[in-house]
């Protein structure tokens, strides 16, 4: 009962207070970077989050998120602990020491790893030391501050390229055979299942991609009920069947995994897929 007043109290607020609606949209909703947001406007990010899923419109749901990350994501980087100490190092590593038995074993030689959502860029850094036979690395982020910060933060890295970008569109634009895509800790979750699977079958069309990707699963949601992307927890991000996306895309799966205890709304699956 309690939740539905909220739900109808921050629907009433959005009708008589849309300057307000519009200001906090174009901000982004996803979450309430350092409690920024007062009562009312928690209640009115609820709503409009609850009325986009409700109406199915999951594109809207992907514009409130971009919006977010493009207006929001340096603030919400500068605030947080190291995603590099407190979570990837801890949790991603295994993956990545595959990977690099995979690509000993490989004829092909991979030119390019590319960050899709590189937020502060220190996990790409620490990537490009630990695969010094790669020649270019790229950050790709929505936030035109964080990149401009992360440019002359790693200025010294003359093998590191940041870009200010939605990272699906740059790599339509800039895709190349022999390109490995990463994403850690969750940057897929805000983009919804037709846009991921037009971004794999486009690199299926590439030849030699490697994907890897670790990404937040919802612990509430069932795939075998439900095969599709579903919203799940506080944000009303994108809990996707990424198994399923991959392979029917093209891609065949050579590493499988899930982080637990990380989050109480989600587990971390970390899956590495090869088109073949």
Same mark, same amino acid.
């Given at each position: 009962?309690?939740?539905?007043?909220?739900?109808?109290?921050?629907?009433?607020?959005?009708?008589?207070?849309?300057?307000?609606?519009?200001?906090?949209?174009?901000?982004?909703?996803?979450?309430?970077?350092?409690?920024?947001?007062?009562?009312?406007?928690?209640?009115?990010?609820?709503?409009?989050?609850?009325?986009?899923?409700?109406?199915?419109?999951?594109?809207?749901?992907?514009?409130?998120?971009?919006?977010?990350?493009?207006?929001?994501?340096?603030?919400?980087?500068?605030?947080?602990?190291?995603?590099?100490?407190?979570?990837?190092?801890? !949790?991603?590593?295994?993956?990545?020491?595959?990977?690099?038995?995979?690509?000993?074993?490989?004829?092909?030689?991979?030119?390019?790893?590319? =960050?899709?959502?590189?937020?502060?860029?220190?996990?790409?850094?620490?990537?490009?030391?630990?695969?010094?036979?790669?020649?270019?690395?790229?950050?790709?982020?929505?936030?035109?501050?964080?990149?401009?910060?992360?440019?002359?933060?790693?200025?010294?890295?003359?093998?590191?390229?940041?870009?200010?970008?939605?990272?699906?569109?740059?790599?339509? =634009?800039?895709?190349?055979?022999?390109?490995?895509?990463?994403?850690?800790?969750?940057?897929?979750?805000?983009?919804?299942?037709?846009?991921?699977? !037009?971004?794999?079958?486009?690199?299926? !069309?590439?030849?030699? @991609?490697?994907?890897?990707?670790?990404?937040?699963?919802?612990?509430?949601?069932?795939? @075998?009920?439900?095969?599709?992307?579903?919203?799940?927890?506080?944000?009303?991000?994108?809990?996707?069947?990424?198994?399923?996306?991959?392979?029917?895309?093209?891609?065949?799966?050579?590493?499988?995994?899930?982080?637990?205890?990380?989050?109480? =709304?989600?587990?971390?699956?970390?899956?590495?897929?090869?088109?073949?």
């Amino acid at each position: 009962m309690k939740k539905q007043i909220k739900e109808f109290t921050g629907a009433i607020l959005v009708q008589l207070q849309p300057k307000k609606a519009e200001s906090l949209i174009k901000k982004g909703i996803s979450f309430n970077v350092g409690n920024e947001l007062n009562s009312n406007e928690r209640l009115m990010r609820a709503a409009l989050l609850k009325q986009a899923e409700k109406n199915k419109d999951f594109n809207l749901l992907a514009n409130y998120h971009k919006n977010f990350w493009e207006q929001t994501g340096r603030k919400y980087f500068s605030e947080k602990e190291s995603v590099l100490n407190n979570f990837f190092l801890p !949790h991603c590593l295994p993956v990545f020491e595959m990977l690099k038995k995979l690509l000993k074993d490989s004829p092909e030689k991979y030119h390019t790893m590319i =960050e899709i959502g590189t937020g502060n860029g220190e996990v790409l850094e620490y990537l490009s030391r630990q695969f010094p036979q790669i020649e270019k690395f790229v950050g790709i982020d929505l936030s035109a501050d964080q990149i401009g910060f992360n440019t002359k933060k790693y200025q010294q890295y003359p093998n590191i390229d940041f870009v200010a970008a939605d990272g699906a569109e740059w790599i339509r =634009e800039n895709g190349t055979d022999n390109i490995i895509i990463i994403t850690s800790g969750g940057v897929l979750e805000y983009f919804t299942q037709q846009q991921l699977t !037009h971004l794999f079958n486009y690199l299926n !069309h590439l030849k030699n @991609t490697i994907f890897i990707a670790i990404e937040p699963i919802g612990v509430d949601v069932d795939f @075998t009920k439900n095969p599709n992307s579903q919203p799940y927890g506080i944000e009303r991000s994108f809990s996707h069947n990424y198994t399923q996306l991959f392979e029917d895309t093209g891609f065949s799966l050579w590493y499988q995994s899930v982080i637990e205890g990380v989050q109480k =709304e989600a587990d971390f699956g970390v899956f590495g897929a090869i088109n073949l």
